[in-house]
């Protein structure tokens, strides 16, 4: 297991880390996973044993139920809290309230209070905000989470399925005012969906933010278990709930030389899909879900073998993304601006 860093800060993070989306099964997130107690700590022993070092949950996953599995399971394990990065998220709908949603200081504060006594910690490694908020400002946003900080409540903040353009706005208003600022992405990234390299990927890069993906297996998809003459898994998230979006047409291609290439390595089409993206720029440490000790144990197994140059470039040209503007406009008019060798 390989340990990156987090951004700019000193914290090493391993280059998997454990979802928790799977625990509970509360709710609308039934569909996902409803993985008792007894089998949450049989998740958890296994990725710590396996070097994973990153966990990541919400509050809105199983309504809380997963924070609350989380914290039971790492003092049941008596897991030192040294040992574990804990991140987790707010910005989704937590009660019937009028103010129990959305990104306001007034909900921010209340929802990490409500995080830590869920979770049993006394702070939070990693706070994300889980989506955009369309009717609270940035700079309100950027000060409530800089309270929670100031107060001890959280250690580094990150930002989660927003657009390249407001991840720069408030990070430029943390800079001008003195506040914390992000230095973590969570977006949906798979070989199957490389929307992020547009705008994302490259603003990672130019700002040292660490890229973590969720979803790299496209929801299960990419798992091997769907080809073109199987549509239902049948234990599969996929079979009832058919999400995140992608062109399957697509994805069907890229699962063919996945099972391919994982037949040159003993590897698994998951394994393979995994892979790539830990090679792809910019990406820290991608998010994997179970729900079963054997898939978490496969998608680990995903750090033991490399891509070579070609198998990288042959995937890179079969999932490559349609070009767009301005993007096609900005490589045209590169040419010829390049070093000279």
């Known amino acids: 297991m ?37 089998e949450v700590n049989r998740l958890i022993k296994t990725a710590i044993d396996s070097g994973i070092n990153f966990i990541d949950t919400a509050n809105a996953y199983s309504e809380g139920l997963s924070e609350i599995m989380l914290g039971k399971a790492l003092s049941s394990l008596g897991i030192a809290r040294p040992q574990v990065v804990v991140a987790t998220k707010l910005r989704i709908r937590m009660g019937s309230g009028a103010n129990q949603v959305g990104l306001s200081r007034l909900h ?79 977006n949906y990234y798979s070989i199957a969906a490389r929307d992020v390299e547009r705008e994302l990927v490259p603003l990672a890069l130019s700002e040292g933010l660490a890229l973590m993906p969720w979803s790299p297996l496209a929801g299960g998809f990419l798992s091997g278990k769907f080809t073109r003459n199987t549509e239902v898994a049948g234990d599969s998230r996929r079979d009832t709930f058919d999400f995140p979006p992608l062109n399957k047409t697509k994805a069907y291609d890229i699962i063919d030389v996945l099972l391919q290439v994982g037949a040159d390595h003993n590897a698994s089409a998951a394994q393979v899909a995994l892979a790539y993206i830990l090679n792809k720029p910019a990406v820290t440490s991608i998010i994997i879900g179970a729900k079963k000790q054997e898939q978490l144990l496969d998608n680990i197994a995903a750090t033991r073998f490399e891509l070579s140059a070609d198998e990288m470039q042959q995937l890179d040209v079969l999932s490559a993304l349609a070009p767009e503007y301005p993007g096609w406009m900005l490589e045209r008019q590169s040419q010829g601006r390049m070093p000279q060798e």
């Open 2 to 38: 390989k340990y990156n860093q987090l951004g700019k800060t000193g914290v090493l993070v391993s280059e998997l880390c454990l979802g928790t989306m799977t625990f509970g099964g509360k709710g609308y997130w039934k569909a996902i996973g409803e993985l008792p107690q007894d």
């Open 108 to 186: 921010i504060a209340d929802s990490v209070d409500d995080s830590l006594k869920r979770l049993g910690l006394s702070h939070i490694d990693l706070l994300y905000i889980h989506g955009v908020d369309t009717l609270t400002p940035l700079e309100e946003t950027m000060r409530g989470l800089e309270d929670v900080v100031r107060a001890g409540k959280v250690r580094y903040l990150g930002i989660s399925n927003h657009p390249a353009w407001m991840v720069a706005k408030a990070n430029g208003i943390a800079n001008k005012m003195g506040w914390t600022k992000f230095v973590a992405l969570q």
